[in-house]
């Protein structure tokens, strides 16, 4: 299985702020990697795709990079709906793997 | 708009069978381009991947669960399931339903806590 490693596994922050969230794989995954953001109590919800590509509806403040091992996803301007936890997900082999999480928060 | 909802038991005995289901509105569960899956997470943690089912009905599992789990489709509900079998405390998690387009999972149903307990 492809192992994920995200860092740091929390991160405090204030809105205007500018984050960064990284994740790790253990192996090339060239760019089969997805984010989500999940609030408390809530379905996780599709930000980025193919590493770096914004899905619909999703606000332009959230970009994602990398290629291969990896990855970081940034959240520029951090407004207050943004506190969040965070998980990155691999999808270039079976089985899909999540990363552990980063919770962000004020 | 498409929509997920999970439903089943909250509470399943130790040793026993978990059967839940998802029913999709907004989208047919069997246009050719669509797939499904399932994704859980025990409370406090990360997310797992049970499996995915594709066109034509095939199905991939987790390993780490692939001897217990069945995911199967009834198209004249257009809903989907998933049959877990002889489960443990180890189980107990929230189950989502998710749609997966291409190998990304969106949008989610909003889940159900499954807590597997005598």
């Known amino acids: 299985d492809i192992q994920m490693t995200q860092s740091p596994s929390s991160v405090s922050a204030s809105v205007g702020d500018t984050v960064t969230i990284a994740c790790r794989t253990s192996?090339?995954?060239?760019?089969?990697l997805a984010w989500y953001q999940q609030r408390p109590g809530k379905a996780p919800r599709l930000l980025i795709y193919?590493?770096?590509s914004l899905q619909s509806g999703v606000p332009s403040r959230f970009s994602g990079s990398g290629f291969g091992t990896d990855f970081s996803l940034t959240i520029s301007s951090l407004q207050p709906e943004d506190f969040a936890t965070y998980f990155c997900?691999?999808?270039?082999?079976?089985?899909?793997?999540f990363g552990q999480g980063t919770k962000l928060e004020i | 708009q498409l929509q997920l909802q999970e439903s089943g038991p909250g509470l399943v005995k130790p040793s026993e069978t978990l059967s839940l289901t998802c029913t999709v509105s907004?989208?047919?569960?069997?246009?050719?381009?669509?797939?499904w899956g399932w994704v859980r997470q025990p409370p406090g943690k990360g997310l797992e991947w049970i499996g995915s089912?594709?066109?034509?009905?095939?199905?991939f599992y987790n390993d780490s669960l692939k001897s217990r789990v069945t995911i199967s489709v009834d198209t004249s509900k257009n809903q989907y399931s998933l049959t877990v079998t002889s489960v443990t405390a180890a189980d107990t998690a929230v189950y989502y339903c998710?749609?997966?387009?291409?190998?990304?999972?969106?949008?989610w149903g909003q889940g159900i806590l499954v807590t597997v307990s005598s």
């Open positions: 089912l594709y066109l034509r009905g095939r199905t």
């Open positions: 192996q090339d995954i060239n760019n089969w």
């Open positions: 907004g989208d047919s569960i069997t246009t050719a381009s669509n797939h």
């Open positions: 193919t590493a770096s």
């Open positions: 997900q691999q999808s270039h082999s079976f089985p899909y793997t």
């Open positions: 998710a749609k997966q387009i291409t190998n990304w999972f969106d949008p």
